[in-house]
């Protein structure tokens, strides 16, 4: 049992070593002309940096953890309104197996209202999701784009009112009261 | 996809047919303006001469004299020798994926936002890393690169996927590494020829790559028109395809090295 013990350690070590698969966390690449993010209810596709992507990923659809590494939205002036200026992200813990199926969903939140993700997942700040979609692990040699979310769907998010729009609201809101008394 | 070299174009006849020409030139002409003052026998037959019938003072003059033209001549001989090759390379690019590669050391550096400063809007590189099995992505948006590492660089004996929304010509410039050394990981990766030439992989220079050749590595070539692969493997000590693989002028290619880590180590040699 003892000599097991610095071979189980070894082998621990080794697993624990093992590279994690790293996916290319951009919208724009992806080839469906679905692939825009849009206001809610309109064809308007999403800009401004403080509107932050997200990526979620896990084995199971119903327990997808967060690649904290945010990717903002591009400026109101881009050419590429709708997609977001992202990355390389390593989805750590899944391994780079061929054929393995990764589940995979895009958060967007607020960073001007929330420090980070969780700050916006626990303060209900999410402003839209993605349906949850699949990547498979390629097998080498990589064709081209092996590494793009092919499968990823564009999506509406809910924009939040502005400071002025709810200020407005709130006066509009006391001027009638005023007047019913 | 097709390339023009304009320096050194196809193999090694190729540099003998542009820059070493040159040199040869340049090695007679100077060897016809040193002979009297450079050969050991010149010298000295003058140093005899003046010992004899000369005082010790005058010979010591043209001793001096003497070995100051000597300096002089290995000076200007040293001169004349270029230790270097540059040049440049105007590759075309075809529309959508091609793999591709550079071939000349770039000043100063070859990042790819050095050697692309004004690339289409649209154009993506994917450079293959070794070490993850995936992709290290960039990209212009907005007139711009963007990616997690803008540091990627395309230097001689590396390779990449580009993207490129038209087809164009790029000019690559640079120098030529005399001396290099291409890292062959275990497995995959993505590799192409330092030096600038369209050779059979794995003959021995210079009628071939010199690629170092082993039992069960293979060799994947990318066809832009199909978006699929050549493949040649090397197995029972012979290619599958019957003939080696010859990967073009800007071609990078994905290399399984079927053993432990090896170097593909090249040198090539100018001047005298």
Redesign the interface.
């Known amino acids: 049992m003892k000599k097991l013990i610095p071979l189980l350690v070894l082998v621990g070590a080794m697993a624990s070593h093992a590279q994690d698969w790293v996916v290319n966390f951009n919208n724009n690449v992806v080839n469906d002309p679905n692939h825009f993010v849009t206001i809610q209810g309109t064809t308007t596709r999403v800009t401004g940096t403080n509107l932050q992507a997200v990526l979620l990923y896990g084995a199971n659809a119903s327990s997808l953890t967060a690649n904290t590494v945010p990717a903002r939205f591009r400026v109101s002036t881009s050419a590429s309104a709708g997609t977001w200026q992202g990355g390389d992200r390593t989805l750590t813990g899944m391994g780079s197996t061929p054929g393995t199926v990764i589940q995979l969903r895009v958060d967007v939140f607020d960073i001007n209202r929330f420090a980070n993700y969780a700050a916006a997942v626990a303060g209900g700040g999410i402003l839209g999701s993605s349906q949850v979609f699949s990547y498979v692990i390629p097998t080498p040699p990589l064709a081209p784009g092996a590494t793009d979310l092919q499968n990823f769907r564009g999506f509406e998010i809910v924009p939040e009112p502005s400071v002025i729009g709810l200020g407005l609201v709130g006066a509009a809101a006391l001027f009638m009261l005023r007047r019913r008394k | 996809m097709s390339a023009k070299k304009v320096l050194a174009m196809r193999g090694e006849s190729c540099f003998d047919s542009s820059v070493i020409p040159v040199q040869r030139a340049l090695k007679k002409c100077s060897k016809k303006e040193q002979k009297p003052v450079d050969t050991r026998q010149t010298f000295c037959h003058i140093a005899f001469t003046h010992r004899n019938k000369l005082s010790h003072m005058r010979t010591k003059t043209l001793l001096l004299t003497a070995a100051l033209c000597a300096a002089g001549a290995a000076t200007s001989m040293a001169q004349v020798y270029s230790v270097n090759m540059v040049g440049y390379i105007n590759q075309s690019i075809p529309a959508g994926?091609s793999m591709i590669a550079n071939h000349l050391n770039n000043s100063p550096d070859n990042r790819i936002t050095t050697l692309f400063p004004t690339p289409a809007?649209g154009t993506?590189i994917?450079k293959?890393?070794p070490?993850?099995?995936?992709?290290?992505?960039m990209?212009v948006?907005?007139g711009a690169w963007?990616?997690?590492?803008l540091t990627l660089t395309l230097g001689p004996g590396e390779g990449t996927?580009i993207?490129a929304p038209a087809a164009f010509t790029h000019t690559f410039v640079g120098e030529v590494a005399l001396s290099s050394t291409v890292n062959l990981p275990a497995?995959?990766s993505m590799v192409s020829s330092a030096l600038p030439q369209s050779l059979a992989l794995d003959g021995a220079p210079p009628a071939g790559l010199g690629f170092p050749i082993a039992e069960g590595d293979r060799v994947?070539q990318?066809n832009p028109a199909t978006?699929g692969?050549i493949f040649n493997q090397f197995v029972d000590g012979a290619w599958d395809d019957g003939t080696p693989p010859v990967p073009g002028i800007g071609e990078s290619f994905?290399v399984?090295n079927a053993g432990t880590a090896k170097p593909w180590t090249r040198t090539f040699s100018v001047g005298p």
Do not use: P
Not at chain 2, 131 to 137: H, V
Not at chain 2, 146 to 149: A, K, T
């Open positions: 994926f809007e993506r994917y293959f890393n070490a993850t099995g995936g992709f290290s992505f990209q948006v907005d963007e990616g997690s590492d996927y993207f497995g995959f994947y990318f978006g692969f994905y399984f």
